[in-house]
């Protein structure tokens, strides 16, 4: 069970699911691939999930979440004018919501999809898409889920030209959860515009968990290894974001579903990283504020 968003982080879920089946010898029929379009649903993003699943040759299934949605915010008294964060996470566990139900259903694990960078930023939903049986993408950084879409892009160009050409363009899609509504049409809601570029911090979360380097040191490697793409005052801020969402998210972490590590850092409290919900950011703020 996989809900498939025409984003890159389901992409690779449900790849990885296919490749899977077939080393169980079991039918790619048995992936229920669930599409579930709200109010910031582009028909660019659903037309490639409808593709992707089809060249996959799952089971495709589409509940259209709006109505239900709706009369949630009826039930709780949440204006639909206002787009605060009530509006986009009641969207996120009503596709959570589904997920397990299907998978009731039909005896299935509902596998998540979201990855080490938004687990690291805290950018999921609490008891939305931040849960699932089987989190198959929790120690694979963006910049990683990226590169790996690319390989089999390019691996599957002569062995099936519509699967690589949905997948170039997932690749070439902004990333984005879609909680908010389009504009004309196209995404409005721009994760990196949000929280910053994910190559950064990737950079910054490989040096702190994989070597335990503090805030000055992470800057001065940061300004050596992006200074030419990005000036310092740009470094500065988002590694003020990352610290502060990193400290700040660790209680969707205690309670991670189960998953691989994949590579050397990862962030679940059964394996690398333990930390409580409760810890202050005192000390490395103080460090953060002298840098300049």
């Known amino acids: 069970m996989v809900g ?23 039918p790619m029929t048995d992936i229920v691939a669930v599409t579930m379009p709200c109010f ?15 060249r996959l040759g799952a089971t495709l299934k589409t509940v259209d979440i709006s109505a239900t949605v709706r009369s949630h915010f009826r039930d709780i008294g949440h204006d639909m004018a206002d787009h605060s964060v009530t509006f986009e996470n009641g969207q996120a566990r009503e596709r959570t919501q589904v997920l397990m139900d299907v998978a009731n259903q039909t005896g299935g694990l509902v596998i998540g999809t979201g990855d080490l960078s938004e687990l690291a930023l ?3 939903t609490y008891n939305g898409d931040h849960m699932s049986n089987y989190a198959v993408n929790a120690s694979i950084p963006k910049t990683l889920v990226r590169h790996l879409v690319a390989y089999l892009a390019k691996d599957n ?19 984005s959860p879609e909680l908010l509504p389009a504009v004309q ?20 979360l490989y040096y702190l968990l994989r070597w335990g380097f ?28 990352f610290y502060r969402r990193f400290f700040s998210q660790q209680f969707k972490r205690n309670c991670l579903p189960d998953g691989p590590k994949v590579g050397s850092v990862a962030v679940s409290p059964r394996g690398d990283w333990r930390m409580p919900s409760d810890a202050k950011i005192a000390l490395w703020q103080t460090e953060l504020d ?3």
């Not at 099936?160 to 997948?167: R, Y």
């Open 40 to 54: 910031g649903t582009t028909d660019r993003t659903k037309n490639n999930a409808v593709i992707l699943a089809e």
């Open 157 to 175: 160009r002569d062995k099936d030209e519509d699967l690589t050409g949905v997948l170039e363009d997932i690749l070439d899609t902004p990333v």
């Open 4 to 26: 498939l968003s025409g984003g890159l982080d389901s992409t690779l879920a449900v790849l990885i699911t296919g490749l899977a089946m077939k080393m169980c010898n079991k």
């Open 185 to 204: 049409g196209d995404i409005s809601q721009k994760t990196e515009d949000l929280v910053g570029p994910y190559e950064l911090h990737d950079f910054f």
């Open 122 to 124: 805290g950018w999921c």
């Open 290 to 292: 002298a840098l300049e």
């Open 214 to 241: 503090g805030p000055g040191k992470i800057y001065r490697l940061a300004i050596y290894a992006w200074g030419k793409k990005y000036d310092r005052t740009v470094l500065l801020k988002w590694l003020r974001t």
